[in-house]
């Protein structure tokens, strides 16, 4: 099997904080477990072991240092958590989205010197990473050997997930910090996010790696938003599809090189006949071959669900004589419709509540300016004074900045901020 790394892109799509120690580890025992077998029940009774030398060849780093990478790796990993959100399909609770928590490991094996360590897969990982059924993303370690960030790492499993995809794709700003695992409280400011998170990484993985990343900024007025995603592979580089025969029980045979040509079959659970894809493509194109395909899977899980056989390659030919597409490329442009739409209101309250946050930030600060010129503040403003109260008292004895006092409250609030005369021309100074 090599050094293939294979995840089930439910994996690499959830939420988790590892340093990059913990991720090579956490590769390397990837890569050993399917070396046991490539049957869950079987791996979950094996011990996993990854040993100093492993780490050192892979990683290009001294005993010394790769011992303390398997024992800090190895703590962290059995210490951490991954998350993901789950939509009930069926049953009483249809609809609800599940946040999901589970640990990496249930069990951990280690040394005086750290020559080698050894651990269990917890019984939810196993099969996202040794008995995949599903999609799932494929690289050689190899290619992220020489990354030094754990975001570099993170980014490019996250970009070669997508590759089926048309090598594009976007992401919210909040949805991008989760997945490389960048707390709440780290590079807060835009600047420092992208200097030393994203432009770092996507260097990083420029220089080391078999793609070419980029990425442009989505905007909502000023503030940024989101990101769109593009890359494409090195000349030369192979690009690895792990794909299944359904002859051989779902075993997966992996490290299967294809075509960029058929790139578009890149989701098929099973190799299709090179004449099969060759009459495919003379009679669809790219984008129906895609649809065809997801509407083909998403059959196959609904027959899983329900506990029946799939037999994949019969499933396949009927899509495809049935231009299943056309109806799906319909049903995903109305969801992604929606999604836009959905997307569009989550940026707009977003937006709202970073607007609203900044005012309150700012408030002390305003509140100083304006006293500084509370009287022509005041003046400008004095229809909102009523003819009884505290204000008009203020008013009265000539004391401006009492009043600024008393409006603070309206000052914090956006709507009834905007009704103030001369706001900005006196904030501006």
């Known amino acids: 099997m090599g050094n293939l790394v294979v995840k089930h892109n439910a994996f690499v799509e959830a939420n988790y904080d590892l340093d990059l120690v913990?991720?090579?580890?956490?590769?390397?025992?990837?890569?050993?477990?399917?070396?046991?077998?490539?049957?869950?029940?079987?791996?979950?009774?094996?011990?996993?072991v990854i040993t100093a030398k492993?780490?050192?060849?892979?990683?290009?780093?001294?005993?010394?240092?790769?011992?303390?990478?398997?024992?800090?790796?190895?703590?962290?990993l059995y210490r951490a958590e991954f998350t993901y959100n789950e939509i009930v399909a069926n049953g009483e609770f249809k609809g609800t989205i599940e946040k999901r928590s589970y640990r990496f490991l249930q069990g951990k094996v280690e040394t005086d010197n750290c020559s080698y360590i050894a651990l269990h897969f917890s019984n939810v990982v196993a099969p996202l990473v040794i008995g995949l059924q599903n999609r799932f993303t494929a690289y050689e370690i190899e290619q992220i050997g020489k990354l030094q960030s754990k975001y570099a790492l993170r980014l490019y499993e996250l970009a070669i997930s997508k590759k089926g995809l048309g090598k594009k794709f976007t992401i919210t700003l909040l949805e991008l910090r989760k997945k490389l695992g960048v707390l709440p409280d780290e590079f807060e400011r835009m600047d420092n996010f992208k200097r030393k998170v994203l432009d770092k990484s996507v260097n990083e993985i420029n220089k080391h790696t078999d793609i070419v990343l980029s990425y442009e900024q989505e905007k909502e007025g000023r503030s940024i938003v989101g990101f769109?995603?593009?890359?494409?592979f090195k000349d030369g580089a192979e690009i690895i599809n792990a794909e299944f025969d359904e002859a051989k029980s779902g075993e997966p045979i992996l490290a299967i090189p294809y075509n960029a040509d058929d790139e578009c079959f890149a989701d098929c659970v099973v190799k299709l006949l090179k004449k099969?894809?060759?009459?495919?493509?003379?009679?669809?194109?790219?984008?129906q071959i895609r649809a065809i395909i997801a509407r083909a899977n998403e059959y196959a899980d609904e027959l899983t669900e329900k506990g029946k056989r799939v037999a994949y390659g019969a499933i396949y030919r009927k899509a495809f004589e049935g231009d299943w597409g056309a109806e799906f490329l319909l049903k995903k442009q109305k969801e992604s419709e929606k999604e836009k739409q959905e997307l569009a209101k989550k940026q707009k309250r977003e937006k709202e509540l970073f607007e609203q946050q900044k005012?309150?930030?700012?408030?002390?600060?305003?509140?100083?300016?304006?006293?500084?010129?509370?009287?022509?503040?005041?003046?400008?403003?004095?229809?909102?004074i009523s003819a009884t109260g505290i204000e008009r008292f203020y008013f009265n004895n000539k004391d401006y900045q009492g009043i600024v006092g008393c409006w603070k409250d309206y000052l914090i609030d956006k709507r009834s901020r905007k009704s103030f005369v001369f706001l900005d021309e006196i904030l501006a100074r």
């Open 359 to 384: 005012i309150i930030d700012n408030i002390d600060n305003d509140i100083a300016k304006l006293k500084e010129y509370a009287e022509e503040f005041v003046m400008a403003n004095q229809k909102r």
């Open 276 to 287: 099969e894809k060759k009459a495919y493509k003379e009679q669809y194109s790219d984008e």
């Open 54 to 76: 492993q780490y050192m060849d892979c990683f290009g780093v001294n005993k010394s240092a790769a011992y303390e990478a398997l024992r800090n790796g190895l703590e962290m």
């Open 228 to 232: 769109i995603f593009s890359f494409e």
């Open 22 to 48: 913990a991720n090579r580890v956490l590769l390397l025992a990837i890569i050993n477990a399917r070396q046991i077998s490539d049957d869950v029940q079987t791996a979950l009774g094996q011990e996993i």
